[in-house]
């Protein structure tokens, strides 16, 4: 009898300390790829401006800078483009189309972009902060070609794409801001899109139809401008200060010689005039 009694006592006894052993921990959180979460990566982008930027004074931007962009020498011929394995294409047109490399008529040439780049010897988007231009601009696809050829805006304006082609494009945009491939397959396809990071001369394109190319620029600022077919082009509502211009044309460097930007004073109220000649290489 007394066994027995010593051997339930042993029993109770191991069951005691079993259940009052450690408490079993909880199974660790699960990981993706087998380790600990990489920290990410920021994709680096222009800043629109410096901290200290001041808000844009529009109420003093009585000014303007305006002018005419020439040609120096004969315009390049400008190739035609191959429209022959695209017959679709080559139907919306009776005439033969050419590239826009260099869009020059009696000595004047359109699509160069004009900008401000610096008020009083400082960068102006370390100057002033803008509000995005709130009107909105399209970029057509019209008988297989872009237009305009070279679009300007600013960060968070309104842009629609859009096609009156009743044909497939597709619309390829690559640079500072997100990246977009959509197709568009009929006319009155739409795409609202806003760029949101300043960017300087990035290629739309589409990929069905090699030769259609378009040129775009985000300014942080309000201070540009986009010759027109005569040449002119005109900057309005600019405040009086100490300016630096900068021009851009797609061939300078290559079939056009490439300018330096020029310094401009602009007085109260004073309309500006400031004129650029390219020369033929």
């Not at 909880?26 to 222009?46: F, H, I, L, W």
């Not at 009696?106 to 100057?127: E, F, Q």
């Not at 872009?146 to 679009?151: A, F, G, N, Q, S």
Request: hydrophobic share 35%.
């Amino acid at each position: 009898m007394l066994k027995r009694v010593c051997a339930l006592i042993s029993v109770l006894t191991f069951v005691v300390l079993v259940g009052c052993g450690e408490p079993e921990k909880p199974a660790a959180a699960p990981t993706t790829g087998g380790g600990e979460k990489k920290p990410e990566v920021k994709k680096d982008t222009p800043k629109k401006g410096g901290a200290a930027a001041e808000k844009f004074p529009a109420d003093k931007a009585t000014g303007s800078i305006k002018g005419v962009v020439s040609l120096e020498g004969e315009a390049p011929k400008m190739n035609k483009i191959d429209m022959s394995g695209a017959a679709s294409c080559a139907a919306l047109h009776k005439d033969a189309v050419t590239k826009e490399d260099v869009v020059a008529k009696d000595g004047k040439l359109a699509n160069v972009v004009v900008y401000v780049t610096t008020v009083n010897g400082k960068p102006i988007a370390d100057t002033w902060s803008f509000d995005p231009a709130t009107e909105e601009v399209t970029l057509d696809q019209k008988g297989c070609q872009y237009i305009p050829h070279v679009l300007a805006v600013t960060t968070d304006q309104p842009v629609n794409v859009q096609s009156d082609d009743d044909l497939a494009h597709n619309i390829h945009y690559i640079g500072n801001n997100p990246e977009f491939n959509e197709s568009q397959q009929k006319a009155g396809s739409k795409k609202a899109v806003k760029f949101s990071e300043p960017d300087e001369h990035a290629a739309i394109a589409c990929n069905i139809h090699g030769w259609m190319k378009a040129y775009l620029w985000v300014f942080p600022h309000k201070l540009f401008a986009v010759t027109k077919e005569d040449g002119s082009y005109e900057i309005k509502g600019v405040p009086a200060g100490d300016y630096e211009v900068a021009v851009w044309q797609e061939s300078e460097g290559a079939k056009l010689t490439k300018l330096d930007p020029v310094k401009v004073k602009v007085g109260d109220k004073e309309a500006k005039e400031q004129n650029f000649t390219y020369k033929v290489k």
